[in-house]
């Protein structure tokens, strides 16, 4: 296999991009860890500090008129884990939702089907009643340390969990997430790989859009190439986070939409502190 090059590029600032939050996006006022927008681009999910996920509608972010007009905003809150949610992200098909936590576990959400219950608020919640009725799907345990990312197969039928014991675990989660499993919601996946290489915590994952690759990222500097395959290391990309900062609670990297480049946080290239973005192999 060819080797993935690495490009970096000097940060400019022609271009200046405004970010602003509003104040009715809030987990309880605490650390909000992760924001993923659903595929069409309705609605996004958040996960926060104080151990939930919530779902928001999109239009009152994006229309003045509709953030005034009382239209609904918080669409549901979900409640199942028992530790800081650190990560949460919506599957290629926009059906469900992988969570992950402190409690060492990844949660898999998907609608309530016709009929069917949707989860509870934990006993004494505040949260008011959900717009959508979601329920936990499946519950993923194996992991020994707090897991701090996930990332979806571009067909969403499994997942791939990073997390504080080094590893990257890959999960079924294709049966989960059909209207008929899940009904318990405490159903244990197959787990279809561990994945060991890193020689510090793994704070990131990200699966490949075209399906070949998984790439992670832990505090040992160093991103991994595990292939889809096989599941083995096909690539460890070192130089240019020698020098990076290892003050971070997530190192999270990301893919281009068509597979092509690889986003790295947590580089350095003097003077400063940079994202490097590694290039696919062609052939």
């Known amino acids: ?56 509608a999109m239009r009152p972010c994006t229309d003045e008129a509709a953030e005034k007009d009382g239209s609904v905003r918080l669409l549901a809150t979900l409640e199942g884990h028992f530790g800081a949610v650190n990560c949460a992200r919506w599957s290629p098909d926009g059906r469900a939702i992988a969570s992950c936590s402190d409690d060492h576990t990844v ?13 509870a608020h934990a006993f ?40 504080l014991d080094n590893e990257v675990r890959v999960w ?7 209207p008929a499993a899940g009904a318990s919601g405490a159903v244990s996946q197959p787990l ?8 510090a915590w793994a704070k990131g994952v990200a699966w490949d859009p075209i399906g070949r690759y998984i790439a992670s990222q832990g505090d040992d500097r160093s991103v991994l190439l595990w292939s889809t ?23 999270r990297p990301g893919w281009s939409p068509d597979g092509s480049f690889l986003c790295c946080p947590h580089a350095f290239k003097r003077p400063e502190h940079i994202a490097v973005v590694l290039r696919r192999p062609v052939g």
């Open 1 to 56: 296999m060819k080797n993935f090059s690495s490009r970096t590029a000097k940060p400019t600032c022609q271009h200046m991009v405004a970010v602003s939050k509003p104040g009715w996006v809030s987990h309880d006022e605490k650390p909000i860890t992760s924001i993923d927008v659903h595929p069409d681009g309705t609605r996004f999910v958040t996960s926060g500090n104080d151990g939930k996920v919530k779902l928001w």
């Open 107 to 119: 949660i898999l959400w998907r609608l309530a089907a016709a009929g069917e219950r949707g989860g």
């Open 124 to 163: 004494g919640s505040a949260a008011p009643a959900n717009v959508e009725k979601w329920r936990c799907a499946a519950t993923l345990r194996g992991h020994s340390g707090d897991v701090v990312g996930v990332a979806w197969s571009p067909d969403s039928s499994r997942v791939a969990s990073v997390s």
């Open 172 to 178: 079924e989660a294709a049966a989960a997430i059909e």
């Open 192 to 199: 279809v790989a561990v994945l060991r290489g890193h020689r």
């Open 229 to 251: 395959s096989d599941w083995t290391l096909v690539r460890r990309v070192e130089a240019p986070f020698q020098r990076a900062t290892e003050k971070t609670l997530f190192r």
